[in-house]
């Protein structure tokens, strides 16, 4: 008899589907842990409980969308500060959590951190799936997407002074810094880096 309870990801709590799924050291997929947060046997983000929170709460309208409410962000902090303790990530000893170590990210980080651009300093990247941050952009009056929507790249987001965010988007061919919205609205190219 077929199991088709719903599973969901042991450290960010959204669905885990076989495609989403992360990776073992091995290569093998991981029944616990999705593509966003484990990668190659390691968690791709070294969060705290409360960072984790503060990260998906950027997600709240996708959570409203899918349950059908109208969460602010503060009150859907609230509800992961509730539901996040009942996972197995947060429920591990801070010694046994298997750190994000991927060779690239520390050189991903510096050379981003190298660019020199006003407002924009990192001191971590999270693995996302390029359907997330697939924005359209329009040069010279042809609008296209640059992104794969079904790869995955070392990510972050950065809120400037004037409320407009950089989207920060890394993998082994370039670097892409992008300016936006808060609601990813505008997207504008701020740099494209062929490494």
């Not at 046994?96 to 407002?119: R, S, Y």
Request: aromatic fraction near 12%; charged fraction near 25%; glycine fraction near 6%.
């Amino acid at each position: 008899m077929e199991n088709n309870e719903t599973k969901f990801c042991q450290s960010c709590g959204m669905p885990l589907t076989d495609e989403l799924c992360g990776t073992n050291a091995d290569g093998s997929k991981s029944e616990y842990y999705c593509i966003y947060c484990y990668k190659d046997g390691a968690f791709t983000g070294d969060f705290t409980m409360e960072e984790m929170v503060e990260f998906c709460s950027m997600y709240v309208a996708d959570y409203n969308k899918a349950t059908g409410q109208n969460l602010t962000c503060c009150e859907y902090k609230e509800v992961l500060r509730n539901y996040y303790p009942t996972l197995k990530r947060w429920k591990l000893p801070a010694n046994e959590i298997p750190h994000a170590d991927h060779p690239l990210k520390k050189t991903f980080i510096d050379e981003v951190n190298a660019l020199g651009i006003a407002d924009l300093r990192i001191s971590n990247l999270y693995v996302l799936q390029g359907s997330y941050i697939n924005q359209p952009y329009t040069i010279n009056g042809n609008t296209f997407k640059l992104f794969d929507d079904n790869d995955t790249y070392w990510c972050n987001q950065v809120q400037k002074s004037d409320g407009r965010c950089y989207g920060i988007a890394c993998s082994e061919q370039y670097i892409l810094v992008s300016e936006y919205g808060i609601d990813g609205s505008d997207a504008r190219l701020v740099i494209v880096k062929h490494r």
